[in-house]
């Protein structure tokens, strides 16, 4: 499959409709991704990307019914990251003289993956390259979300090529964002920013900063993974600004394992107690264990207040809930505020745990927390009922 996206460029990439995960299983799929390589054809023609080491033959077989590959005068790689090199060792058997153009850090990275010296040109912000009517303008993009990382802007076309920046996990025959179910695009590409970008939220503001400063005329955003932005393609940026700035909605996330469903019975008191004094904000509870970590953690992304628990074991949390708590912690979360709470049976360490991983993870815990004996009974739900309505009071106007 290939098709036009402008007068000279062509995507020549490849859907993936079955990937249900990614990353070492790190990252969930539901919608199937889509590796995007772009062709360039002027008077000097150009590859931007490749695809994913499984599809390589196949790619590099579609490929050469589009072109003879050794009309191909350069190669760019935007990010070194094997689903968006893993076709190069197949395609450089062919072409293996060829110019690939990339970061410093990307020519080390590509060494280091597939350990052949090819003929690697590095280049840097402003640097350019002249394709004849048009130019490549690069720009790097270093920890979005590699050190490698850069975008390529095709003048005349106006075409930012931003790999991994504004793409999603996604899997579409229609392939524009003007064309797609748009609740499904920015839920995926919410998904994507919160699980794979949130550490970068400073680094995310100045490059898009730096990126409109240049006022680049700009008719389509072409990530390599997911959908293209052509209809308003800024309003992506636009939502990166927004979300990189300590993202909040009027939220709280309640995050629970249990053993004999005591936790759980638990975390249900707490929302009703919350609603009881707030009825307009909206809370979501998971079960850690049976959820999609992937998806919980966007919806921590979107909080205001995030409550996590656990029962008691061996003296500590189950593995769910330390498996979580350890995934927010990496991502950098600011400006949230957490609780813990739990269930045990004689020793009780659980909410004291959680407590102190949420604080190492950057969340402001707005007590000590709450622990409830066995199975609640009627008083001791009335006490959770309690804790979710002190929320509330003591966190006040950060939540309305």
């Known amino acids: 499959m290939s098709f036009k996206i402008s007068d000279k460029v062509d995507w020549v990439g490849k859907i993936d409709w079955e990937i249900r995960d990614y990353h070492g299983k790190e990252y969930s799929t539901h919608k199937g991704t889509s590796y995007n390589s772009y062709l360039v054809r002027d008077e000097k023609t150009v590859l931007i990307d490749t695809v994913w080491e499984p599809f390589g033959k196949e790619f590099v077989s579609n ?22 090199s893993g076709a190069l060792p197949e395609l450089m058997r062919e072409i293996p003289n060829t110019p690939i153009y990339c970061t410093k850090n990307g020519a080390k990275f590509l060494k280091a993956h597939y350990h052949k010296d090819w003929n690697f040109i590095v280049v840097k912000t402003g640097d350019t390259l002249d394709l004849g009517k048009s130019k490549l303008v690069f720009i790097e993009a270093r920890m979005l979300h590699w050190p490698d990382s850069m975008f390529t802007y095709l003048t005349g076309e106006n075409i930012l ?86 993202y909040k909605e009027n939220q709280v996330t309640i995050i629970y394992d249990t053993m004999w469903n005591a936790t759980r019975i638990m975390a249900e008191a707490i929302a009703d107690g919350i609603k009881e004094v707030n009825k307009d904000i909206t809370i979501k509870i998971f079960n850690s264990s049976k959820n999609d970590k992937n998806d919980i ?11 996590v628990g656990s029962s008691t074991i061996n003296n500590g949390v189950l593995s769910s809930t330390a498996a979580i708590l350890e995934m927010i912690k990496g991502l950098g979360f600011k400006g949230k505020k957490a609780a813990a709470f739990g269930s045990y049976g004689w020793s009780g360490e659980s909410v004291k745990i959680i407590t102190e991983e949420l604080k190492k993870a950057g ?38």
């Not at 490929?63 to 968006?84: G, M, Q, R």
Request: aromatic share 10%; net charge negative; hydrophobic share 40%.
């Open 63 to 84: 490929l050469k019914k589009e072109i003879d590959l050794n009309k191909i005068d350069y190669i760019i790689a935007n990010h070194s990251e094997v689903d968006h």
């Open 161 to 246: 090529f931003s790999n991994d920046a504004f793409g999603q996990h996604y899997a579409s025959e229609l392939m524009y964002n003007d064309k797609v179910d748009n609740a499904e695009l920015f839920q995926e590409a919410i998904k994507y920013y919160a699980n794979i970008l949130t550490p970068f939220n400073a680094l995310v503001i100045k490059k898009i900063e730096e990126i409109l400063s240049l006022n680049l005329p700009l008719d389509m955003i072409c990530p390599s993974h997911g959908i293209i932005w052509k209809e308003n393609p800024l309003q992506i940026a636009n939502k990166y600004m927004e979300w990189a700035k300590d």
């Open 363 to 400: 969340f402001e815990t707005i007590n000590d927390g709450i622990r409830e004996m066995w199975n609640p009974d009627e008083v001791a739900l009335d006490r959770c009922k309690d804790f979710g309505k002190s929320i509330e009071k003591i966190i006040g106007e950060t939540i309305k």
């Open 297 to 307: 953690v966007t919806e921590v992304f979107k909080s205001k207040m995030v409550l």
